[in-house]
């Protein structure tokens, strides 16, 4: 049953389980476009603040992280909300003014939400002109658990997120897989790919600049379809920072550190699934 | 063969890449004891590009000559590989000058791979392991000295000339005599004339570096190539310098840095009679070639001749005098005054719109010059001849069935040897007469190929559809002929004797 | 009939320039009439087929430098020939640092509005590229079609926004729906909306100016609405992204007339030149 879109709803401030008001809307839009390869994504929010998470495949999940303190003013009465939404078109609706990042202008917003069933509900403000959208929720779906923990990681490399932009930004897309290889020795990072005009390695030493932190204990080599994490350049181009861990299944995860425009520091995390099929690489 | 390219030069050598892209979608390339050549040449044969980089272009230069694993010193590596998989390595110029340091390409014989190994800042490498195919050599012969028209302009000139035409705007046809240098687009007569916007530039002679036309002519070639050479005339600040002849022969395109690389362009130019003969050409010179002199003498008011073929003007002679007169006068006055000429001319017209004649009755002696449908396959070319210029095509002498060809020859150095086997034309004709073939190991032996059908067919060849001059594998676009490839398969450089002309390239399989 | 001007100012060139590329952007074939006094782009596509109408009129004496035109005849001194503005533009591309541009009739391979640029090179050269458009002349029998459109009483006249703010708004409510709702009262409020079955969006401007619209000389009409009450107007959301995307004249007003559920008009204003648009409107 449709629900009613009603642009004059939440007025009344005390039926919202939760409210959150932000001076700044960019701070909220360009983090979730660092997660935007699929259409829709689960909301949970909490008193910590919100999580959004998308998925894909069953092998690939990535989570926005936007604290409470992000927010000039954050209430929420529940202890957790969860609601899905079309991801898309909150993020039109959220940059309905324009993404000029240099305009001097910025967008403020509040977001309301009156619980099960009604609709988030965002009331926009850019020099007096104000925009209303009312967006359908949707029943939230089961989120994967990678059972990713720090315990069980082996090789942990944190490095600036400047030259891995480059080398993802570059990946050649005919390529089935992309490989990690990380290792204690020799070429200790070493991103492949496989693809129909041959094999490209892109070599990364642990004495570069660019190496913030290398733990790496043992040889490991895996492969992640490359299609499943190349959306990931949209949290790279963002963030200035990026660790890259990788546990003893074999998991990735790519943890990404984004400063916004008011310099408070937000994450955007990707876990990643190694692909089954694991031929012995070309090389 | 291994070679370094170092990162000051780097931005030169993807540029070559980048243009060389834009026009084929093999990249050959073949290391040579003077310099790495690339190569390529388009899908229908029409336009071939080749730059070669000196040994001093790098930081370190080694053709492979004299490997280890090759008994024989002439098996040199010539291979292709796919524009696709060599633009992966040469993806963003901008930030390669910015990262890369230094790069080095070298042979992986193990694996058949052409490695491109990228060593950027930060000690970070990239490598690219490129499938190749190994292959014939690609090169198509022109002469380029013997041209009676030379060109040298800097590149803002050209660029600046070309912004005027339309990004869609496919043929541009370079019109020239001693007064000066017209450039105009060429307007196919499909699917209607009327509607086409025409844009016509003017340049002077002293614009150019240097400008030395020794026959009026026009010629006809492709924006796209043209557009792709400039792009890297642009980047690199080098002058280009034209040499061509007349319609039908190949134009070439030539950027040359002293002693450290350099590279040739040569498109192939349509091969339209007609259009010729309606054009204002006019042979200066009384000890012209036989060829074009006849050709003139056809013609010997090009100018109102042309005007004759303007649809709107068709029938009415009285309006082809006054044009005539406004056209030339507009020549002299710049451009000035025509506006009073035009005034009868319009009336005329708004009666015509009025009393609603047909235009189409005027505009048709425009299109029975072309009823070939302009879309590829092979041998539209011929539509040229159409058959009220019989008598001057049979009249041309010897090499009348050439409008315009490439020699194929293997060799190092590409403008020998024309002038060798034919003192009539500067350029050799192709077609039914001689390819020649030079191994450099056979020290410019020449080999000759006959085409069978050719010799005894010159006469017929004024009837469209000239069988024998369509080379299977190789479709011209539209009325370009494609230009014609001498090559070798490597496998049949040992046996010498059996050198043999090979079409190059699309006939293979493709990985 | 001839004609033929000269543009020399710099500014003129670019301005002149900028206004056929706002046409170019919104119509693919117009009327260009020729006038002693002015020149005009016309569209006049039926409006029972849902056609847009466009009036552009350009006062030659704010563009042309030199300005010579003969008429049909000296009852009938005017000229209307169908063109591609498109073509215009692409002539004029390089012109935005000419020397002078000259614009005139001229009979050719077919008739045509022969564009002469005089660019600039690096010595003394004189560099003239010519580009001619092809045009057909209109006959006379149909200029009357080509009139200029008959202002019909409005419900609500309103300046628009800031053109920049209205334009990226409409952009994004491009993504969401193919139909946008247009809304003015009488108290300077314009609302544009748009919905679908997951969202519904829509953007309030308050405190614009309501110019004395037609209605209120009307006198007995204007009493009879409420000055918050909205006229509403579905229009394709993508015509008009299309027009705010190529208005590139920066008019002083852009005043924006409602007949509720019927027409919209939109009036671009500047010294030198003025656009009418009729948009056509959808029956809900």
């Known amino acids: 049953m449709p629900m009613a879109l009603s642009t004059q709803t939440a007025t009344d401030d005390d039926q919202n389980i939760l409210l959150a008001r932000i001076d700044n809307a960019r701070s909220v839009s360009n983090i979730l476009k660092a997660i935007h390869f699929k259409e829709t994504a689960t909301v949970f929010a909490s008193p910590m603040g919100l999580k959004v998470t998308v998925e894909d495949a069953k092998c690939i999940q990535a989570n926005a992280f936007i604290q409470e303190g992000i927010f000039q003013e954050y209430v929420i009465k529940e202890e957790q909300i969860t609601f899905k939404i079309n991801l898309t078109i909150l993020l039109e609706c959220l940059t309905i003014f324009g993404t000029g990042a240099v305009g001097g202008s910025c967008t403020s917003l509040k977001m309301c939400y009156a619980g099960y069933g009604r609709p988030l509900v965002l009331m926009l403000e850019e020099e007096g002109v104000l925009t209303d959208c009312s967006i359908k929720t949707l029943e939230p779906d089961e989120v994967l658990d990678f059972n990713f923990s720090s315990t069980n990681v082996i090789n942990k490399i944190i490095m600036k997120s400047e030259c891995l932009k480059e080398a993802f930004n570059e990946l050649d897309m005919t390529s089935d897989v992309l490989e990690f290889l990380m290792s204690p020795d020799a070429p200790y990072l070493r991103l492949s790919t496989f693809g129909n005009a041959g094999s490209t390695h892109s070599d990364f030493p642990k004495d570069s600049d660019m190496m913030e932190s290398f733990q790496c204990a043992q040889t490991q080599t895996n492969r992640y379809k490359v299609s499943l994490l190349k959306p990931s350049v949209k949290a790279l181009a963002l963030s200035s920072r990026v660790s890259i861990r990788t546990d003893n299944r074999g998991f990735l995860s790519l943890q990404y550190m984004i400063k916004n425009e008011d310099g408070q520091i937000c994450f955007v995390e990707y876990y990643c699934a190694p692909d089954e099929d694991v031929d012995d690489p070309e090389h | ?511 | 009939m001839r004609f033929r001007g000269k543009l020399i100012d710099i500014a003129c060139i670019q301005h002149f320039t900028r206004v056929v590329t706002t046409v170019s952007k919104i119509i693919k074939g117009c009327v260009l009439r020729i006038t002693p006094s002015a020149m005009y782009f016309i569209l006049s596509e039926k409006v029972i087929n849902g056609g847009i109408q466009i009036w552009c009129e350009l006062p030659q004496g704010h563009f042309f430098d030199e300005y010579a035109m003969e008429g049909v005849s000296p009852e009938a001194n005017e000229i209307y020939l169908e063109l591609a503005p498109e073509n215009l533009v692409k002539a004029l591309k390089t012109a935005q640092i000419a020397k002078w541009v000259k614009i005139k009739l001229t009979k050719k391979h077919t008739p045509c509005i022969t564009v002469e640029v005089d660019l600039p090179t690096l010595g003394s050269h004189s560099r003239v590229v010519v580009h001619d458009i092809p045009v057909s002349v209109v006959p006379r029998r149909l200029w009357e079609e080509y009139q200029e459109p008959v202002m019909p009483h409005y419900d609500v006249s309103i300046m628009m926004p800031q053109i920049k703010v209205l334009r990226s708004v409409v952009d994004k409510m491009k993504n969401l729906s193919n139909v946008l709702s247009l809304s003015a009262n009488q108290q300077g409020e314009l609302r544009v909306s748009v919905e679908n079955d997951m969202v519904s969006v829509s953007t309030h401007f308050e405190d614009l100016l309501n110019p004395a619209s037609s209605r209120d000389d009307m006198g007995q009409n204007s009493n009879q609405c409420e000055p918050d009450e909205y006229f509403e107007v579905k229009i394709d959301i993508r015509k008009f992204a299309q027009f705010l995307a190529g208005q590139q004249v920066s008019p002083s007003r852009v005043i924006c007339n409602i007949v509720d559920n019927r027409i919209v008009h939109f009036y671009l204003v500047n010294d030198d030149v003025s656009l009418q648009y009729f948009m056509p409107v959808m029956v809900s």
Do not use: W
């Open chain 2, 1 to 511: 063969m291994k070679c370094v390219v170092p990162g000051a030069n780097i931005k030169v050598f993807g540029r070559a890449v980048h243009s060389l892209s834009k026009i084929g979608e093999e990249l050959y390339i073949e290391p040579l004891d003077h310099g790495l050549a690339l190569r390529t040449v388009n899908s229908s044969r029409s336009a071939y590009a080749c730059f070669l980089f000196a040994p001093s272009f790098f930081q370190h230069y080694d053709d492979g000559v004299g490997d280890v694993s090759s008994q024989d010193s002439d098996d040199t590596l010539r291979c292709k590989i796919a524009m696709k998989s060599i633009l992966t390595v040469f993806r963003s110029l901008s930030t390669m000058e910015k990262t890369v340091e230094r790069c080095k390409i070298k042979l992986n014989m193990k694996d058949s791979r052409l490695v491109f190994q990228l060593y950027c800042r930060h000690g970070i490498v990239k490598t690219h392991n490129l499938a190749f195919i190994e292959c014939e050599t690609l090169q198509a012969v022109f002469s380029k000295d013997m041209c009676p028209n030379s060109l040298t302009a800097c590149s803002k000139l050209l660029c600046d000339a070309v912004m005027n035409f339309q990004n869609n705007q496919e043929e541009v046809t370079l019109i020239v005599n001693p007064e000066k240098i017209v450039l105009k687009n060429y307007v196919e007569d499909e699917p209607d004339p009327t509607k086409v916007m025409h844009t016509n530039l003017s340049l002077q002679p002293e614009e150019f570096d240097y400008c030395q036309i020794g026959v009026d002519t026009e010629v006809t070639f492709c924006l796209k190539e043209l557009r792709a050479i400039l792009g890297f005339s642009e980047v690199t600040t080098l002058p280009v310098t034209l040499k061509f002849e007349t319609a039908g022969r190949p134009i070439v395109f030539s950027i040359d840095s002293d002693s450290t690389f350099e590279g040739n362009f040569v498109l192939a130019t349509l091969a339209d009679q007609l259009t010729q003969s309606q054009a204002p050409t006019q042979s200066r010179s009384t000890t012209q070639k036989s060829r074009s002199s006849m050709k003139q003498s056809r013609t010997p008011h090009s100018r109102s001749t042309m005007m004759n073929h303007r649809p709107g003007n068709g029938g009415d002679n009285r309006s082809n005098t006054r044009n005539y007169g406004q056209s030339n006068a507009a020549e002299r006055t710049d451009g000035l005054e025509e506006f009073m000429n035009d005034e009868n001319d319009f009336d005329e017209m708004m009666i015509q719109h009025e009393t609603t004649i047909n235009h189409r009755d005027q505009t048709n002696i425009h299109n029975n010059k072309q009823t070939i449908d302009s879309k590829h396959k092979h041998s539209e070319d011929l539509s040229v001849r159409s058959k009220g210029d019989n008598s001057v095509v049979n009249s041309k002498g010897d090499h009348s069935n050439i409008d315009y060809s490439m020699e194929i020859m293997r060799s190092a150095s590409p403008t020998a040897g024309c002038s060798k086997t034919n003192e009539e034309s500067p350029v050799i004709p192709i077609l039914g007469s001689r390819v020649k073939i030079t191994d450099r190991s056979l020290d410019e032996t020449d080999i000759t190929m006959e085409d069978g059908n050719h010799g005894n067919d010159v006469d017929n060849q004024d009837n469209n559809e000239e069988d024998d001059e369509y080379i299977p594998g190789t479709p011209p676009a539209k009325r370009f002929r494609s230009l014609f490839f001498g090559s070798q398969d490597l496998t049949q450089t040992q046996h010498k004797a059996s050198t043999s002309v090979v079409l190059a390239a699309d006939s293979d399989d493709d990985e």
